[in-house]
């Protein structure tokens, strides 16, 4: 988990996001949150919920993409998911609780990701001596394996093709869906998971360079020196304590006072994500998950429906609501220019692969902008994705 200050992750989003302030801020606050309630005692580390986060504003202003860079400064499990692919229970589609597993199934590959790092050394050392294996055999001389080990260091050997045996990670089992077991996650049997181990662990015989051996093999021999049931509870505590989920489009869920018809629906999936964001157990295939203190922070663009228009009880679940203003072409001027990742920078470095020199002149910067700021006026605003538009046009 991050412990960067409010002001350090706002100084983070302002890299890549132009303006709104007040969502930035409310972020950030969040993510200081779950690291001063981890100081807390036991006792009152319980108590302390996250205060969730309903952000509101216009497609193309940045929801999407502070969701994305909060993801990289948390160090923590981010699911993003839309709340359009949701269906109330009972009905053919995924339920929200698949949000969970989703969530778990990601801080479990990010969990073992991390603990690679600490047997890293050691996982080397093994990928180390498989090679010398492929090269020189099994039955060589310690002389030669030295005089190969030495090669090897050297990178002499780095575009040697060998032949090695690795873990086929193919399944040949279909998933099986198991009649009457709620949701689709947890009614799905993976006949592989099942009887993976059971038959030893499948293998296939691989042909690569030495240089492509090393990513294979040095996650093979890490994965050997972790503990499954040691990632598995490491990664479901990371969920429980500092999961953050970023549900996108919660406004298409809103039941509207003015329609009916497949309202009803909507309405429950509303009501299916209530206990979601206020906090119960989920049980997956890992075992139970307490959703009690994960963050959610809800977005839309709430055209035609209202806040308002969601169910009371789950606006009283987002009592953080911001506004985020649309774009104008001041704002498009300043992230073709300010930006780390601007499209300005991505354009000359792709063109610069052609040995093609592009400059982009103030004047020609200035154009973009208003360019990608009349179209938004005039046919429809898809804020600063208009520049992409615009841009592309151009190359």
């Known amino acids: 988990m991050t412990d960067l200050t409010p002001r350090e ?11 709104q302030k007040d969502a930035k801020r409310a972020v950030a606050v969040a993510l200081r949150n779950r690291w001063r309630r981890k100081q807390l005692d036991d006792d009152l580390r319980d ?13 193309g202003v940045g929801k999407t993409e502070i969701s994305r860079r909060l993801a990289k ?10 709340a359009t692919k949701f ?3 009972g009905y053919v589609g995924r339920d929200v609780e698949q949000i969970v597993r989703d969530l778990v199934d990601s801080a479990i590959a990010m969990t073992r990701e991390y603990m690679r790092e600490d047997v890293k050394a050691k996982a080397e050392k093994a990928a180390e001596e498989r090679v010398i294996d492929a090269i020189a055999g099994t039955d060589a001389r310690d002389g030669t394996r030295e005089m190969f080990r030495r090669k090897l260091k050297s990178g002499e050997l780095a575009d040697t093709t060998i032949e090695l045996e690795v873990s086929d990670t193919t399944n040949p089992f279909q998933m ?10 947890m009614g799905m049997m993976n006949l592989g998971d099942m009887f993976g181990k059971a ?24 994965d050997k020196l972790l503990d499954d049931e040691t990632v598995t509870k490491t990664a479901i505590d990371a969920v429980e304590q500092n999961g953050i989920v970023f549900l996108d489009e919660i406004d298409k869920v809103c039941a509207r006072s003015d329609a009916r018809g497949g309202d009803v629906s909507r309405e429950g999936v509303q009501r299916d994500l209530l206990p979601l964001i206020e906090g119960t157990t989920v ?4 075992g139970p998950v307490k959703t009690d203190h994960i963050l ?15 169910l009371p009880e789950l606006q009283g679940r987002l009592p953080i609501r911001v506004e985020l203003r649309p774009l104008t072409e001041k704002d498009f001027v300043r992230i073709l220019t300010e930006t780390d990742n601007a499209l300005t920078l991505q354009y000359t470095a792709l063109m610069g692969t052609e040995n093609v020199k592009v400059r982009f002149t103030e004047d020609g910067i200035a154009a973009l902008a208003k360019i990608a700021a009349d179209v938004n006026q005039s046919v429809e605003n898809i804020g600063a994705r208009r520049l992409y538009t615009v841009v592309e046009r151009v190359f």
Request: proline residues 7%; negative net charge.
């Open 73 to 82: 400064l948390a160090r923590a499990p981010f699911l993003k998911v839309e």
């Open 283 to 286: 049980s997956t295939k890992h």
């Open 87 to 89: 269906t109330e229970v």
């Open 296 to 310: 959610f922070i809800a977005s839309g663009a709430f055209h035609i429906a209202k806040p308002s228009d969601l």
């Open 176 to 185: 099986m869906d198991i009649p009457g077991q709620p949701g689709g996650g």
């Open 47 to 59: 108590e302390v919920y996250p205060k969730n986060i309903l952000m509101i504003g216009p497609t």
């Open 199 to 222: 038959l030893g662990g499948r293998t296939t015989k691989k042909r690569m360079t030495v240089a492509e051996s090393y990513d294979v093999l040095i996650g093979e021999e890490a």
């Open 9 to 19: 992750i706002v100084s983070e989003l302002d890299r890549f996001i132009i303006g």
